[in-house]
């Protein structure tokens, strides 16, 4: 199985952090820029609606990770990783009064793990 998203220890580190200070139902959802800045901001229940034009990548310490299907479709050949990095990231998401900021790194998939996930990588 290939993951579409993973967590470096840090991350699975705050976010077991975050559980304890706001409860375990937490998600996430990739921001795709603007007001919201370029970073997987964490949400409380009901902080955040999920919808059609949200796409599931998979579970970050037992949290639901989405990212909108527009940017889905730009960066669906990469493996998004969940990163923590010192300082204030954007003002939504829950770990900004740590002075932590979650990042995201990515790392473009084998042609086998494309092949697994059954996405055709375009060359053009």
């Known amino acids: 199985m290939v993951d579409k998203v993973v967590a470096t220890p840090a991350a699975l580190e705050l976010v077991a952090f975050l559980k304890t200070q706001h409860g375990p139902d937490l998600m996430f959802h990739q921001s795709g820029g603007c007001c919201d800045n370029s970073a997987a901001n964490c949400f409380l229940p009901g902080e955040i609606t999920m919808g059609a034009g949200d796409v599931y990548l998979g ?10 299907r527009a940017q889905y479709e730009t960066w669906k050949h990469t493996q ?3 990163d ?36 055709v990588r375009n060359y053009s």
């Open 59 to 68: 579970d970050i310490g037992g949290c639901p990770f989405y990212i909108g």
């Open 80 to 82: 998004l990783i969940l």
């Open 84 to 119: 923590v990095i010192e300082g204030h990231g954007g003002s939504f998401s829950l770990e900004g009064p740590e002075g932590k900021a979650f990042h995201t790194r990515s790392r473009v998939f084998s042609d086998e793990e494309l092949q697994a996930l059954g996405i």
